[in-house]
C-alpha cells in the first residue's frame, strides 16, 4: 500500500487488528496509528477495566509529550498483575516492577541515574493503584515530593485493595462496601492524596477522571512539560469491586464528578490554579445507586441518614474547590 504508514498487528483477529484495516482517518483508539499504544492489547485485565484505560491513555500521552523516552515504574497492584504474566507482557516501553510500596522510590532512583547520565531527553513516571500510593507507598512517595525528585507518579485510584480480593484502603471512601468492611467503611476515614501532595509544594497536581480522557491527556502533557515531582491521581472505576456493569465505567466516573464526590482540578506549587466545574449537578443518590458496593444503603431500607452525609461529604467539596459553574474561576 503506497503512501500507508506501517502498522504493528498484535493481537490477529481482534477488534484493534481489525480496526486497523480501515483508513487512517477513520481508525479510534488503539488502531489509531499515532498512538505509541504503550500497554497494548492481550492483557488480562477484567472487561471494563477503568484503570487499563487510564493508564493507557497516560502513558500514550506521555509518550507522545516526551518523543517516546520514558521509563514506566509500577508498584504492585492490578495493574502489574495483568499486564505481565510471566512470561508475557503488554508493555510496549521500558517498564519495571517495584514492590507494593517503592515504586516512587524506584523511580527517583532511575531518575537520579539519568541524571547522573546527563540524560535529560529520558523522563520517568512512577505509577501504582491506591492501595501501592495512598498506604503502602506513602512515605516512599512523600519522600519523592520532599526531595523534588524528577519524576511523574501516577495513581490509578480505584477505590479498594482490588487484585487481593477488594480490601478497603486509605482511598475507599466512607460507606463503601468491601471484603473488609461488610457493613460499609467507616467515615473520617479515607485520604485525599492531591491534598497531601499539595501541602508538599511540589510543582504540579491535578486530578482528573477515565470520564474525560482529552482532559487526562492534557494534564499528562502539562506534567511532562515540567521538572520535578509531579503528581497525578486519576479515578478509575473497578466493575469487579464496586459491583458496576463493565459498559457502565465511564458513566460511573462521570457521575463521580457530577455529583461533587470526586473534585476534578490541578493546583501549581500547592496552590489550586483550575477547577473543571460541573454542569447539571447531580444528587450523591445518582452516583452510589448503580453501585453494588452501596447496595446496602439502599436495600432493606434506605439508609437516608448515611446518604445524606455523603451529600454533605459532596456539598463541602463543590464549595471548597468553587465546582457550581456559577462559582468556578
Ligand atoms: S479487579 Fe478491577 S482494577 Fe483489577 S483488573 Fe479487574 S476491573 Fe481492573
Same mark, same amino acid.
Given at each position: ?48 477495566? *477503568?484503570? @487499563? ?7 500514550? %500521552? =506521555?509518550? +507522545? #509529550?516526551? $518523543?517516546?523516552?520514558?521509563?514506566? /515504574? ?26 507494593? *510500596?517503592? @515504586? ?7 531518575? %537520579? =541515574?539519568? +541524571? #547522573?547520565? $546527563?540524560?535529560?531527553?529520558?523522563? /520517568? ?205
Amino acid at each position: 500500500m503506497s503512501g500507508a504508514r506501517q502498522v504493528k498487528f498484535y493481537q490477529v483477529g481482534s477488534l484493534a487488528a481489525g480496526n486497523r484495516l480501515l483508513a487512517p482517518a477513520l481508525r479510534s483508539g488503539q488502531a489509531d496509528p499515532d498512538r505509541s499504544n504503550a500497554l497494548t492489547c492481550g492483557h488480562r485485565a477484567c472487561q471494563g477495566c *477503568g484503570e @487499563a484505560l487510564g493508564a493507557r491513555y497516560v502513558l500514550d %500521552a =506521555a509518550q +507522545r #509529550a516526551s $518523543g517516546g523516552k520514558v521509563i514506566a /515504574v509500577n508498584a504492585t497492584g492490578c495493574l502489574e498483575v495483568f499486564s505481565t504474566p510471566y512470561p508475557e507482557t503488554s508493555w510496549q516501553l521500558p517498564w519495571l516492577h517495584s514492590l507494593f *510500596g517503592n @515504586a516512587p522510590a524506584v523511580a527517583a532512583g532511575v531518575a %537520579a =541515574a539519568l +541524571r #547522573a547520565q $546527563g540524560r535529560t531527553d529520558v523522563r /520517568v513516571i512512577g505509577q501504582g493503584g491506591d492501595g501501592g500510593t495512598v498506604d503502602i507507598g506513602l512515605g516512599c512517595l512523600s519522600g519523592m515530593f520532599e526531595r523534588d525528585d524528577d519524576v511523574l507518579y501516577v495513581c490509578y485510584d480505584n477505590e479498594a485493595y482490588m487484585n487481593t480480593g477488594v480490601q478497603r484502603s486509605g482511598a475507599t471512601p466512607p460507606a463503601a462496601r468491601t471484603a473488609t468492611t461488610q457493613t460499609g467503611a467507616p467515615f473520617g476515614q479515607g485520604k485525599s492524596l492531591p491534598l497531601i501532595a499539595m501541602a508538599h509544594g511540589i510543582p504540579y497536581v491535578a486530578t482528573a477522571t477515565v470520564a474525560g480522557l482529552r482532559d487526562l491527556e492534557a494534564k499528562v502533557h502539562r506534567a511532562m512539560g515540567m521538572r520535578g515531582a509531579r503528581y497525578l491521581h486519576v479515578l478509575v472505576p473497578c466493575p469487579l469491586g464496586w459491583g458496576t456493569a463493565s459498559h457502565d465505567t465511564v458513566r460511573v466516573a462521570r457521575l463521580a464528578e457530577r455529583c461533587g464526590l470526586f473534585p476534578v482540578f490541578e493546583a501549581v506549587d500547592g496552590e489550586v490554579t483550575d477547577v473543571t466545574p460541573i454542569r447539571r449537578r447531580i444528587p450523591v443518590e445518582e452516583y452510589l445507586r448503580p453501585q453494588k458496593r452501596y447496595a446496602h444503603l439502599f436495600e432493606p431500607e434506605v439508609r437516608t441518614d448515611v446518604i445524606a452525609r455523603l451529600q454533605r461529604a459532596a456539598d463541602r467539596n463543590v464549595a471548597r474547590f468553587g465546582l457550581a459553574e456559577e462559582e468556578a474561576p
